[in-house]
């Protein structure tokens, strides 16, 4: 029953697979005593999984386990003013930047021409799952072990630059957000199942993004202008953002 360190909180994982094992090892804490208390703890049983399994058989166990321990990490992070973006999360120079869309899209595709125009400057914090926390009064991009296919993620919590919702276009743009729009965006890739009390808990931080973080969208295609276009609008200095 390993301890982890998750963006700035103690999780302990009493049911592990293969899978989260070996992308969780990065953030293992390197105290596991069990004198310090654990802030979420993570218990998926067999049985929990199995029943998962028997509706969805084209998902293996360790899949299951996979997701059903992410899922819920990201419904016990709510309760520490965090939530999930499934978006592709990009640091440069030290300030990270969250492209989010429906899967195919191309918010990898995107982050990844980042890396390429920017290179030893920038690297991906989380390709799938970043958590977004308030911190002390700022908001933080963190890395998590859930963090797709590809495992691209590290064990960081950076200052969050900002949020760009992206769509497929021809040509390239990018423009401030819509208030409505970006309300509806950040629900689609977000957690939505949830009770009365945590449904509250997910208002109240995303309040606190809005109110925190500039939110764009962006048409593009594959292209170094496409960097250009948007970095050009986004990027900002950690002095910037106050930290």
């Known amino acids: 029953m390993p301890y982890y360190d998750i963006a700035g909180l103690r999780v302990k994982i009493e049911h592990i697979g293969k899978r989260t094992k070996k992308q969780a090892h990065a953030y293992l804490s390197e105290n596991q005593s069990d004198e310090l208390k654990a802030d979420i703890t993570i218990n998926v049983s067999d049985e929990k999984i199995d029943s998962h399994m028997k509706e969805h058989p084209e998902l293996g166990y360790e899949d299951w386990e996979y997701m059903l321990t992410g899922s819920a990490f990201y419904a016990a992070l709510l309760k520490f003013n965090g939530m999930l973006l499934h978006s592709s999360c990009v640091v440069v120079d030290g300030v990270a930047y969250a492209f989010s ?12 021409l980042w890396l390429k125009y920017f290179g030893d400057r920038a690297y991906i914090l989380n390709d799938d799952k970043p958590a977004i926390r308030k911190i002390d009064g700022k908001i933080y991009a963190c890395g998590t ?3 797709g296919k590809y495992d691209y993620s590290k064990p960081e919590i950076v200052p969050l630059g900002g949020i760009c919702f992206i769509e497929r276009s021809k040509t390239n743009w990018i423009k401030k957000a819509d208030t ?3 309300v509806f965006n950040i ?3 977000t957690v939505r199942k949830l009770p009365l009390k945590g449904m509250n808990l997910l208002l109240d931080v995303i309040e606190d993004i809005f109110n925190s973080v500039p939110l764009y969208e962006l048409g593009c295609d594959i292209s170094k202008e496409a960097v250009e276009v948007s970095s050009s609008a986004m990027l900002k200095t950690p002095e910037e953002l106050g930290i």
């Not at 869309?101 to 990844?112: P, R």
């Open 101 to 112: 869309a429906d899967s195919g899209t191309g918010k990898s595709t995107h982050t990844n």
């Open 187 to 189: 629900f689609s890739q």
């Open 145 to 147: 072990p859930w963090s």
């Open 180 to 182: 409505n729009k970006a």
